[in-house]
């Protein structure tokens, strides 16, 4: 629920993450904020932290596409310290 209207709601799903998102786009006063909730695979073994760091790219091509204001928030399933977080 929100205060703000929302101006549209998407599901984007991305081919090799094989994970669906919500996108919604809100109309605020200065002009649309875009959201995309995410929550990526959890790393439990080598295969999982693969896909996870797959998702990660193709969340931050995604985001770089977008036009700001644009946030991406969630459960990343990820800490400081593995590589595909500093990247």
């Given at each position: 629920l929100s205060r703000v209207?929302?101006?549209?709601r998407t599901f984007p799903q991305?081919?090799?993450?094989?994970?669906?998102?919500?996108?919604?786009v809100f109309e605020t006063?200065?002009?649309?904020?875009?959201?995309l909730g995410v929550h990526?695979?959890?790393a439990l073994n080598a295969g999982n932290?693969?896909?996870?760091?797959?998702q990660l790219?193709?969340?931050a091509k995604y985001g770089?596409?977008?036009?700001?204001?644009?946030i991406l928030l969630g459960d990343l399933n990820i800490t400081p310290w593995p590589?595909?977080?500093r990247d």
């Open positions: 209207p929302q101006t549209r991305f081919s090799k993450a094989g994970r669906t998102y919500i996108q919604t006063r200065q002009g649309p904020l875009t959201l990526t695979q959890s932290n693969r896909l996870r760091n797959l790219a193709e969340l770089r596409e977008q036009t700001p204001p644009f590589a595909a977080y």
